[in-house]
């Protein structure tokens, strides 16, 4: 079993940033054989991928978070960041962490706000 525990949220301005975190255990879950993923969603809208980053490092942006966005991983530590700049009001949402493909459950997320 994995458990996924997303951090780092919190309100700020639009133009600034906020540093999410995604901690990853489980027995026999090995993080680095894994691609990551960040999702996020919006009240009343679908949860959608934002970024991803595979177990090589390879990365992969929504056009909409491209330029702005970072997302990296420390395998030593089981953990994935989403680094994030220039933030907006339509980037306001819950954000979660999963594997990618999504495979396994998903946790709490972590709201991000950002006001104008």
């Known amino acids: 079993q994995v458990q996924l525990v997303e951090s780092g949220g919190g309100l700020v301005q639009a133009g600034g940033s906020l540093r999410l975190s995604c901690a990853a255990s489980g027995s026999t879950f090995r993080f680095s054989l894994n691609a990551m993923g960040w999702y996020r969603q919006a009240p009343g809208k679908l949860r959608e991928l934002v970024a991803t980053?595979?177990?090589?490092?390879?990365?992969f942006y929504t056009g909409s978070v491209k330029g702005r966005f970072t997302i990296s991983r420390d395998n030593a530590k089981n953990t994935g960041f989403l680094q994030m700049n220039s933030l907006r009001p339509e980037d306001t949402a819950v954000y979660y962490c999963?594997?990618?493909?999504?495979?396994?459950?998903w946790g709490q997320g972590t709201q991000v706000t950002v006001s104008s």
């Open positions: 980053i595979s177990s090589s490092g390879r990365t």
């Open positions: 999963n594997t990618d493909p999504v495979w396994t459950a």
